[in-house]
């Protein structure tokens, strides 16, 4: 269900998640939709000779949860992403459990604008994805 949080009820330090288990699904969807098909991504023997010795999932492809918190639970429906940094600490394996976290920030009243914390972690707790999104909630 995609919520719609009204601006003005929206306070520093609001968090929301959502969790997804990558699948190999995932991963060749992402591929085909994008048209990254980076070996390291999509061919098991290519990434056996990686430092990651298997195959990833695409770095965008976690952040592509940030912005599904974003569109849907906080701060939900009509909200606009205006800009996104990140880092990439850990890579994403298929059959990880990764949770998307986004954490207010800083409310700009005068725009409507929210600088938001965004995290992706990984089941055992480590943080694969790390960055600050800024948004316009209209």
Same mark, same amino acid.
Do not use: C, W
């Given at each position: +269900?995609?919520?719609?949080?009204?601006?003005?009820?929206?306070? @520093?330090?609001?968090?929301?998640?959502? #969790? *997804?288990?990558? #699948?190999?699904?995932?991963?060749?969807?992402?591929?085909?939709?994008?048209?990254?098909?980076?070996?390291? !991504?999509?061919?098991?023997? %290519?990434?056996?000779?990686? +430092?990651?010795?298997?195959?990833?999932? !695409?770095? +965008?492809?976690?952040?592509? %949860? =940030?912005?599904?918190?974003?569109?849907?639970?906080?701060? &939900?429906?009509?909200? =606009?992403?205006?800009?996104?940094?990140?880092?990439?600490? $850990?890579?994403?394996?298929?059959?990880?459990?990764?949770?998307?976290?986004?954490? @207010?920030?800083?409310?700009?009243?005068?725009?409507?604008?929210?600088?938001? *914390? #965004?995290?992706?972690?990984?089941?055992? &707790? *480590?943080?694969?994805?790390?960055?600050? $999104?800024?948004? +316009?909630?209209?």
């Amino acid at each position: +269900m995609i919520q719609d949080v009204q601006f003005a009820d929206i306070q @520093v330090g609001d968090k929301a998640s959502m #969790t *997804k288990t990558v #699948t190999e699904f995932d991963v060749y969807s992402f591929a085909g939709i994008t048209g990254d098909f980076n070996p390291v !991504h999509v061919n098991a023997e %290519f990434a056996k000779t990686t +430092m990651f010795q298997e195959r990833i999932a !695409h770095g +965008m492809l976690s952040a592509g %949860f =940030i912005s599904a918190v974003l569109g849907t639970t906080l701060p &939900g429906a009509n909200t =606009i992403y205006l800009g996104q940094e990140l880092a990439f600490k $850990a890579p994403v394996k298929i059959g990880d459990t990764v949770t998307a976290t986004v954490e @207010v920030l800083e409310k700009i009243e005068a725009k409507n604008h929210l600088l938001l *914390k #965004t995290t992706v972690t990984n089941q055992a &707790g *480590k943080v694969v994805t790390d960055g600050k $999104a800024t948004v +316009m909630k209209k």
